[in-house]
């Protein structure tokens, strides 16, 4: 035991060196468990702001039940959004008018050619021609782009303006 106490005695120094840096470093240690404990507070603080007498658990569990919600209405918006494409190309969407003069020496371009067509080119050709005293309006039923009456040659442009429209726009 005498020779523990003469070792004390002799390195006294450096063992209080020791236990001063060991004290410095323990402190050092717990300014930082003190930080990052106010840190992960604050955090936590913030996740429940707003919410009063709520744990977490339910928090999380109510966030899971409206994800699920959200995805299922995910999954009908997309179906509802595929079914509208799906009719899309039944709807008279490539639609092309052409006003022209039909006869020599009337100006203005009063008569006009219209196309309402869908995708398969079925739809209507209304053709309007305007002359001095009159005006005589005509409709033209289309089936995938045939006619059962002669189509003029203004009313065939503008089918094909129209259909080739559509076309361009898709290219895009």
Same mark, same amino acid.
């Given at each position: 035991m005498q020779e523990i106490i003469n070792l004390m005695n002799t390195y006294e120094d450096y063992i209080i060196l020791a236990v001063i840096v060991s004290y410095f470093l323990a402190m050092l240690l717990f300014i930082l468990i003190i930080y990052r404990l106010n840190?992960?507070? =604050?955090?936590? *603080?913030t996740l429940l702001r707003g919410i009063k007498n709520k744990n977490l658990e339910d928090i999380i569990l109510n966030t899971a039940d409206k994800v699920n919600y959200l995805e299922g209405f995910i999954?009908?918006?997309?179906? =509802?959004?595929? *079914?509208?494409a799906a009719n899309l190309g039944d709807s008279l969407?490539?639609?092309y008018l052409e006003r022209y003069n039909a006869f020599p020496g009337i100006g203005g371009e009063q008569s006009f050619s219209l196309a309402l067509l869908d995708d398969e080119g079925t739809g209507v050709v209304i053709t309007?021609?305007?002359?001095r005293d009159e005006s005589r309006t005509y409709a033209k039923f289309l089936r995938k782009g045939h006619c059962k009456q002669l189509l003029s040659e203004e009313e065939k442009g503008v089918i094909e303006k129209?259909?080739?429209k559509n076309l361009s726009q898709n290219g895009k």
């Open positions: 840190k992960t507070k =604050k955090r936590y *603080e999954k009908t918006l997309h179906e =509802k959004i595929e *079914e509208v969407k490539n639609v309007c021609i305007h002359t129209a259909l080739n």
